[in-house]
């Protein structure tokens, strides 16, 4: 079993930044591809950024310039920078990844709010 823990949600105004984490924990052998998804009510959910296990990110254009993928290899973590947010950025963020165990699976997190208002 493969649990992914998300933090650092929470309430900024526009212009500020806030900084995202999301850890894989369990029986991993190997973590593959790690993402961030997001959603608002009455929309589908759509990709924000990925990154590949050798460090090649992926973003939508809509953040591109504001926001950062990282992760760390060693703790099985993805990180989501998040500079200049908008009000347009409000909505709960997933974080994903595609983890072997006996087989490979994808693995979603329970979801963060983050909301940009003033």
Request: contains cysteine.
């Amino acid at each position: 079993q493969v649990q992914l823990v998300e933090s650092g949600g929470g309430s900024v105004q526009p212009g500020g930044s806030l900084r995202l984490s999301c850890a894989a924990s369990g029986s991993i052998f190997r973590v593959n591809a790690m993402g961030w998804y997001r959603r608002t009510p009455g929309k589908e959910r759509e990709l924000v950024a990925t990154i590949t296990s050798i460090g090649m990110t992926n973003y939508a254009d809509s953040v591109k310039g504001r926001f950062t993928i990282s992760r760390d290899n060693a703790k099985n973590t993805v990180y989501l920078q998040m500079n200049s947010l908008k009000p347009e950025d409000t909505a709960v963020y997933y974080c994903h990844a595609v983890v072997a165990t006996t087989r490979w699976n994808d693995y979603w997190g329970q979801g963060t709010q983050v909301t940009v208002s003033s």
